[in-house]
């Protein structure tokens, strides 16, 4: 009940003219900029200080006091100095104590300490009450006009009055407070900044690995195969064939690791009969980075366009045209048009350009600002119709590219089969997957299942 009312509370502006006066201990750059951003917003610093001597950093409007003197003038102080500076609070244990103690340290990195470093101050100084907030807020982010992807202001504390004064003013600030409960969770607020792009980490590994892999196997197979067997340099296939091999190569096959996971999970529910039952952490983990797995296929598949759009201008293919021509030209010959090969050649770039579109279409909408603005039904159509519709024509795209090399003996180099088949094996085995899970005798079961139903309702604890 407390908490649903503070979280009601939180989202309701304070509407009072008059702002208190509030104590920052240290002169440091993220004390300034708060000084900064809280006298434009109406409020009256005061800093506590070693030196009580004024510089040209400090606002103009804001007073450099020593420590203890700054503190008795103001209810709430905010500590922007690093842990192991707090011991000289132990002296001023008497004129904090009942005060509003806003730690906003962070650390070099993730728990570092056996405790917090709110519940260290707490328990440096027992008689103040302790709020964690502003360690996830840069000091640029404040000069700059808090940015929106700095807006978020992780709250803690356990007692409520002094965490809602501290809310009060994130919300003046122009920020919004999230409350994350009792100081027990400082050190997962903590911790938070300290993580270096925490669901990026798969996507990113893997991307790089399978990269790594499809570049070598090209490379062995389009330059050194060559260069073994033919004495043919190619060693310039480096610099843009390859690289245009391995990126839509790398795009379609993160693209289909997106929709994975879902027809894995769907193909467990359906085993287990019930949807009360955890899947495996390594799975819980993937569907958790599916949107930035989407996020760096997509990449891929940009690059993979700008390397086609240089292809015209390109010498080696300039080379291939002209000597072409001559060719025809010496043998007074003309060949004639292939309609077969025309088909094949429009269809192809019309169906990279249409899976190329929706790719973009999809990479919009897993934007916050553009997600926050439709609804889960709309989020839904875009991310799983759409998306698989994509898969479909970026498969189709391959599938019509690449066909020809799947019965052409002179593909297969040292037994190994052409690269853009080992891309198709990833989509092609979730579209049928998928096609078979849309079957009424088990998408009526899967859909009853994800509304409640159990098979065996034992599994439900």
């Not at 750059?29 to 040209?56: E, P």
């Not at 709309?378 to 759409?386: A, I, P």
Request: positive net charge; charged residues 15%.
């Amino acid at each position: 009940m407390t908490k649903n009312s503070s979280n009601t509370m939180a989202l309701t502006p304070n509407t009072s003219n008059k702002k208190e006066t509030v104590c920052i201990f240290g002169t440091g750059d993220f004390g300034r900029a708060l000084a900064h951003k809280m006298i434009q917003s109406g409020y009256r610093v005061v800093f506590g200080s070693r030196s009580t001597q004024t510089s040209s950093l400090i606002p103009k409007d804001a007073e450099v006091l020593s420590h203890a003197e700054a503190a008795q003038k103001a209810a709430i102080i905010i500590i922007a100095i690093q842990r192991q500076h707090y011991n000289f609070l132990t002296s001023l244990a008497e004129i904090l104590r009942g005060k509003v103690l806003v730690d906003i340290s962070n650390n070099l990195k993730i728990n570092q300490y056996p405790e917090s470093n709110a519940e260290y101050l707490a328990q440096l100084v027992p008689g103040a009450k302790v709020v964690k907030a502003f360690n996830t807020v840069s000091a640029w982010a404040l000069q700059s006009g808090t940015l929106d992807a700095s807006r978020q202001v992780f709250v803690c504390g356990d007692d409520m009055e002094a965490k809602q004064m501290v809310m009060d003013i994130v919300r003046a600030l122009g920020l919004t407070p999230l409350d994350q409960g009792s100081l027990l969770a400082a050190q997962e607020i903590e911790n938070y900044p300290l993580q270096l792009f925490p669901m990026w980490k798969f996507p990113i590994f893997l991307s790089l690995s399978l990269t790594a892999f499809f570049f070598f196997y090209c490379l062995a197979l389009d330059v050194i195969y060559p260069y073994v067997y033919e004495k043919k340099d190619f060693s310039f296939f480096i610099a843009i064939s390859i690289p245009n091999k391995v990126c839509p190569i790398l795009a379609l096959i993160l693209l289909a690791l997106v929709y994975l996971p879902g027809v894995l999970a769907a193909i467990i529910q359906l085993y287990r009969g019930t949807k009360y039952r955890r899947f495996p952490d390594w799975l819980d983990k993937w569907m958790l980075c599916r949107k930035q797995l989407g996020l760096v296929a997509l990449a891929f598949a940009s690059v993979h366009v700008l390397y086609t759009l240089v292809i015209p201008i390109r010498s080696f293919v300039r080379w291939r045209v002209s000597s072409y021509t001559i060719s025809q030209a010496l043998n007074n010959k003309t060949a004639p048009l292939d309609n077969t090969n025309a088909w094949l050649s429009d269809s192809y770039l019309a169906l990279g350009i249409l899976g190329f579109f929706l790719f973009v279409l999809l990479g919009i909408t897993s934007l916050p600002s553009v997600s926050n603005n439709v609804n889960w039904r709309e989020f839904r159509f875009v991310q799983s119709k759409l998306g698989y519709l994509t898969l479909i024509l970026c498969t189709a795209h391959t599938l019509v590219y690449g066909g020809k090399w799947f019965l052409n003996p002179s593909s297969y180099k040292w037994y190994l089969p052409h690269a853009y088949m080992l891309s198709l094996i990833v989509p092609c085995t979730v579209l049928v997957v998928k096609f078979v899970l849309i079957f009424p005798c088990l998408d009526k079961p899967l859909t009853q299942i994800r509304q409640g139903w159990e098979r065996n309702p034992q599994y439900s604890e």
